[in-house]
Structure formats: C-alpha cells, structure tokens
T-cell receptor
Framework: QKEVEQDPGPLSVPEGAIVSLNCTYS??????FMWYRQYSRKGPELLMY????GNKEDGRFTAQVDKSSKYISLFIRDSQPSDSATYLC????????????FGAGTQVVVTP | DSGVTQTPKHLITATGQRVTLRCSPR?????VYWYQQSLDQGLQFLIQ???????AKGNILERFSAQQFPDLHSELNLSSLELGDSALYFC?????????????FGPGTRLTVL
C-alpha cells in the first residue's frame, strides 16, 4: 500500500464548477501538506502549503487538512479551462527532512 | 517562473552512457532536492543536499550520484544508463534543510535513453 493515495482521474468538470480533489495518507508523522499543479510534464508549481490541521484559502483555492482522518483536500472555485492540469498532493514530516511523498496526481479537465 | 533553473532541457543518449544534470537553486535557498518522474512511478524523491552536505536519501540507485557545490548549484550524475532510466528529472530548492518550508521546482530535464 502506498503512503499517499490519490485518485488519478481524469476528473472532468464544466467551466465555473467547483473542483474537489483529495488525498489520503497512512503516515501519522506527516505534518506539512502541499498541493502542486503540473501542466503537461512541466515542473510542478506550488499552489498551497499548510502545516498540521486546518483550512487555508488563497484566491480561488482552499486547502483543508484533517489529520485525525489522514485526509487532505483542495477545492478550486469558479474553475477555468486554464485550470486543466494534473494536481499533485505532497506531504512530509520533520522526521524525514525534505523528502516529499507525492500522490499519483489527479488529471483535471475543465470544459468550456 | 520558480527561480530554479535546470540544464539541459532535453538529453538523448544511449544505454551504458553517463550524463550529468545541473541545477541552480533559487537565490537564498540552501537545500536542493532531486526527483525522478516516470509514467509508472510518479514523482519519486532521490536525494537532498543542504549547504553542501547530503541530508536525505530516497530510492536512489547506486549508479546515480549527486553533489552540491560551494556556490550551491547541484549536479546529478547518472551512469551505466538503462532504458528504464528514461524519465523527467526535477530539481527543487527550499530555504531550510529540515523539511520545513516550501519546495520550488525547476522546469526539469527530460532524459531519453535509447
């Protein structure tokens, strides 16, 4: 079983809809949680960075972390065709230095 | 643009050969990380350097090695290349070394082994 599970999709939504993405993990030592966006095999772009549990909002993006359930989510409001990309969750703990454990990535397609 | 630069963008070589990938971190970042992304394995952590010293190691093959130089740029050396080494190789950087703080990724080097 992988440490981080993420549904690969694809997830297709109409323009303007809310995109809901999530990851589950098994390592309770994870404390730092990130979401990256990757366009067609380009370098991953950091979208959200959160520490421990709670919510964080940045523009159209909201990240949620529920450590008790080992579950993290990313919501994208008012989705645009330019949001079409692969979204990767990543996480690490202070016991693992900088080693990020990535999910498989979810491909999102926003249709006009 | 993340501020992390990688060269070359593309590399095509033959089995058994050796290549060197180069990474320059963002200004002020002391940590450099190397990741491999293949279609079947996803993004896999290879190795981390912090201010010139190796700090963490992932599933890096013995045929692969890395170093970080005094000017903080890093090189990843891949030798005795096999077809299965074909992948995207990303470098990332962060300010600190203890896994605290965001990691910013470069554009990657696409390696094709024929």
């Amino acid at each position: 079983q992988k440490e981080v599970e993420q549904d690969p999709g694809p997830l297709s939504v109409p323009e303007g809809a809310i995109v809901s993405l999530n990851c589950t993990y098994s390592n309770s030592a994870f404390q730092y949680f990130m979401w990256y966006r990757q366009y067609s095999r380009k370098g991953p772009e950091l979208l959200m960075y959160t520490y421990s549990s709670g919510n964080k909002e940045d523009g159209r993006f909201t990240a949620q972390v529920d450590k008790s359930s080992k579950y993290i989510s990313l919501f994208i409001r008012d989705s645009q065709p330019s949001d079409s990309a692969t979204y990767l969750c990543a996480m690490s703990g202070t016991d693992s230095w900088g080693k990020l454990q990535f999910g498989a990535g979810t491909q999102v397609v926003v249709t006009p | 643009d993340s501020g992390v630069t990688q060269t070359p963008k593309h590399l095509i070589t033959a089995t058994g050969q050796r290549v060197t990938l180069r990474c320059s971190p963002r200004s002020g970042d002391l940590s450099v990380y190397w990741y491999q992304q293949s279609l079947d394995q996803g993004l896999q952590f290879l190795i981390q350097y912090y201010n010139g010293e190796e700090r963490a190691k992932g599933n890096i093959l013995e045929r692969f090695s890395a170093q970080q130089f005094p000017d903080l740029h890093s090189e990843l050396n891949l030798s005795s290349l096999e077809l299965g080494d074909s992948a995207l190789y990303f470098c990332a950087s962060s300010q600190g070394g203890q896994g605290i703080g965001e990691q910013f990724f470069g554009p990657g080097t696409r390696l094709t082994v024929l």
